[in-house]
Structure formats: C-alpha cells, structure tokens
C-alpha cells in the first residue's frame, strides 16, 4: 500500500511507488519518520493506531493504494471515515464492510474501481454524507448500480468513457449535482435524457457536436458545466441559448468566431481556466448581460480595465493575481464582485479592493 499526502485539488499520482508524506506538521513527521522503517516494509499491515493517527490530518486528500490483496479490512475503513479531507481509494475492491464503514465520511470519497461496485455497495454509498467520484474512465456504469447511487444526497461524480439511456435515466433521479466527465463520445439522445436533470449538470466529451450542444442547451436546473477545451463557433452559437450559468470549465483561449457566439448569451458565464485572452475579448465579454466569473485566470490591469464596463456580479476566483493598478481600475466596476479564496493577493491588493461599494472576499 502506498500512503500519499497532498494539498492539491487535483493531484495526480506519482510514478513511483514509493511512500511520500507531504505537508504534515511536525509531530506528524516525527512520528513517521520513528515508524518509517517499519512502514516501508510492512505498509500493508497498518495497525488501527497508525491508521487513526493518519485520519486526523485534516485538510489534506489521503490516498490509499497498491492495498495488499486488494482490500482494505472494515476496521481500517472505520478509522479513515474520520478524515476530514479527501480519501482517494485506487485499484482495490470495496466490501459491503468497508463501504458501511466509511459511510460517515464527511468530505470526499474518490474511488477508483466502479466495476467493483455492486447495488449493496452502492446502497451503502448512497447513504454518505461525502461527495461520491468514481474516477475509472475505462470502466462501465451499470443503471442498476446508477439507480443506487442516485439515492445520494451529495456531489455524484463520474470518468466513463460512455453512457448510455438507460444509466442516464437513473442518473437524472438524482436530487443534486451530476458531473460525467471524459466521455469520448455522448450521442443527442443522451444528451436531451441528461437535460432532464433539474439540478446542476457538468459534462465532459473528448468532442462536442452541435445537436449534442443544442440538446444540452434545454438544460432546466440552472448550471451546466462544459468541460471541453475547445469550441466551434456551431457548438458555442448552440450553448449560448443557455438560459442558466453557463461554466466553460476547461476552456483554454476563445477564437473570434466563439467570442462572436459567446456574447450572445444572456445568463451568467464563467470560465475555469481560461489562460489566452485578450483585453479586446475582455471588454466585449464585459458588454454582454448576466454575470461574469474567472475563476483560475491572471487578470491583467488592462483586462481589469475592460471589466469597468461590465454591469452584471463579477466572480473572481484563487490565482487571479491582481495588480495595485488591476485592483485600483476594479474599484469603478459597477456591479457587485465576488472573490474566492484568494491565494495570491498582497495585503496591499486587498486593502485597495475593500474600497470598492459592493465587494465579497472570502
């Protein structure tokens, strides 16, 4: 078994298989380091007290993986469900023992092998108060485990590779944000089933059609996530009917053609991780109704500039980097502006932008 500590939102997993701790304070290292030795050689039998010390590092995403026998024994899985952070579990299968186990996990269960999921299981599942994600692209989700799943109260999250009627009629039962994500195709009749959903509703296809866009486009719970990292002016002229918010969550730059379209929409838009975007693009986004959001973008001072036009709720999110200037230019916004967890803001930055009328730093 290796154990891996990260900060990340999205870490992604070493190459190598070797036991990494990262950003444990220094109780938590000297602890490990005494017992290191003795980890390396014998990880796969953690005692309850290693465990349940390992469960109290909050606000770090844990992983479990390469577990011995690919299981991991129900006592164990009581201890984990005390974490608070994340708990990512890779290439093993989950017992209806460990799956009541950590059902009272608050936080986030990733796990990585959804073939191993039966309808016990995921009856289980459904009762946690954690965001479900099954991260195994290659794996298939069967409606009647879907039908479960869609009893959870939480996030559901899914990578498949595919999806069909069935499974996406199960899937829209659920009373909460559905995300399917690295499909590498959806069909238009999935697509018009998966609209149907009346909540918030994310999806992730290698290549998004026109009549696909156009059946997503009738979404009626308000949010749509697109992950995508690239648009045609058809696909983006079809998204743009959205009435709701509309999320380009992987979108990297905006051709003119898609800016043309993109204006045209009339609710809210936000982007992830926009990066290659000029001022020229701001200022005509800017003019558009409803309200922007820039969630992972450096905005430059000329961009914060452009942005003075804009009359809708402006959302900025962590990385946005702002200059004196950038945040001095963002005290003439009109409108209400909202910034979410800033990690890169000088005290400075924020002194100037706590001048604006209608701010929300959080």
């Keep these: 078994m290796r154990i891996e500590f990260s900060q990340m939102e999205n870490p992604q997993k070493p190459a190598d298989k070797t036991i990494c701790f990262t950003g444990l304070d220094d109780m938590a290292i000297q602890l490990l380091a005494q017992a290191g030795s003795k980890l390396r050689q014998k990880i796969s039998r953690l005692t309850l007290e290693i465990t349940a010390y390992l469960a109290t590092h909050s606000g770090a995403n844990l992983f479990m993986v390469d577990v011995s026998n690919g299981d991991l024994p129900a006592e164990l899985s009581k201890c984990l469900s005390q974490h608070r952070g994340g708990l990512w579990f890779d290439d093993f299968n989950l017992t209806p023992e460990s799956a009541r186990a950590l059902a009272p996990h608050k936080g986030t269960l990733i796990i990585n092998n959804l073939d191993g999921i039966t309808t016990k299981i995921a009856a289980i599942l459904s009762a946690t108060p954690s965001n479900l994600v099954f991260q195994s692209p290659q794996d298939v989700l069967k409606a009647e485990v879907a039908e479960q799943l869609a009893d959870h109260k939480g996030d559901l999250v899914f990578w498949l590779k595919s999806l069909n009627g069935q499974t996406a009629r ?111 693009a701001v200022s005509r986004l800017a003019q558009k109704p409803g309200g922007l959001g820039f969630w992972d973008k450096a905005l430059s001072e000329g961009c914060c500039r452009a942005l003075v036009q804009h009359r809708g709720k402006l959302t900025l999110g962590r990385h946005n980097n702002l200059s004196l200037g950038g945040a001095t230019a963002l005290l003439k916004h009109p409108g209400p502006i909202e910034i979410s967890q800033p990690q890169d803001m000088s005290p400075q930055v924020r002194a100037i932008l706590k001048k604006h009328h209608a701010i929300k730093i959080s």
Excluded: M, W
């Excluded at 659920?174 to 238009?188: E, F, N």
């Excluded at 697509?191 to 998004?208: E, K, N, Y």
């Design 170 to 280: 199960a899937l829209i039962r659920h009373k909460g944000p559905v995300a399917v994500l690295r499909l590498r195709q959806l069909s238009p009749s999935v697509a018009t089933i998966l609209a149907r959903h009346p909540h918030q509703l994310s999806i992730g296809v290698r290549r998004l059609s026109g009549p696909v866009a156009s059946a997503l486009a009738k979404h009626t719970g308000g949010h749509l996530g697109i992950d995508t990292t690239h648009l045609t002016a058809t696909v983006a002229r079809e998204l743009a009917a959205y009435s709701g918010t509309l999320n380009l969550s992987n979108l990297r730059s905006i051709p003119e053609s898609v800016l043309t379209e993109l204006c045209l929409h009339q609710g809210n838009l936000t982007f992830s991780y926009l990066k290659n975007v000029t001022n020229l």
